[in-house]
C-alpha cells in the first residue's frame, strides 16, 4: 500500500494538439525579445486565453499541475488558475510559447490568498514565492511534464508531502527541492490533503463488510479528475 508513488506534481502528458493560436503565435514570435511583453499581449486576447486555458484544463484532467486540487472548486474556496510557464520564459525566451512548457496551476493573478499568523505562507504552485521568482534549481526541478514526475513523491498520513523512501540520494535532494519551491507542504494544502486521506481511510472501514458498495465507492474516489488522485491511488487505491 504504501511503497507505490504518490503525487506532489501530477504527470502531465504532453499532446501533440497544440491550440491553433498559441502555435500560430510560436511560429510569428518563435523567440521573442521581451518575453513578458510578448506574453501579457498573447494573454490579453480573451480568444487566445481561454482557448489555452480550456485546452490545459483537458489536458490535465481538471487538476493543478502540481498540487492536483480541483481547478473550479465550489466548496471552501475558489482561487481560480493561471497558465504557468514552467521553465521561466525570462532564462528560456524559446519557451515562451511553447505548449510542452505550460501548465494550468491554481490560483488566479491577483487572487491569491493572503498570509496570516496561522499560515505565513498559503500560496503554493505556480505562484509560490520561489517559483514566481524564478529562484529555484532548474537542474533539480521536477517537472509535470518528466515521465516519471510521480515516483518521487510520497504522502503522509497527516498530508505532508514527502521525497519516496525508494529514492537515492540525488533524486531526494531533487524531491525535497521541488516541494519547497513549489511550497506543497503549505498547511492548507496539507489539511486538504489530510482531509481527503481520513475521510477516505473511514469511508472504506465503514464499507468493509460489503464488497459491491466498497468497489463503487473507489471506483468514483479513485476518478483521475478526483483532487489529489495520486494521494488517494497511494492510500486506497
Ligand atoms: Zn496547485
Redesign the pocket.
Known sequence: MESQAGDGVKYIPVSSDIPHLLQSCKIRQPIPDNPTAAWKRFTKRTASRNQLKTALHARQQGL??????TLENTEDQNIGSHVDHILPKENHQALTFDYDNLVL???ATGGEIKADEKDPAPV???HAQLKRTNNFDESLFIKPTDSDCERYFSFELDGEAIAHPNLDSSDIDKAKHTLKV?N?NCLR?KRLREDTITQLYQIVTELQDDSDALKRFLMLELQETKSFINARKQHVG
Request: glycine letters at 6%; hydrophobic letters at 40%.
Open positions: 493543478c499541475a502540481y498540487c492536483e486540487i496551476s491554481c490560483f503554493s504552485c505556480g513549489l506543497l494544502l
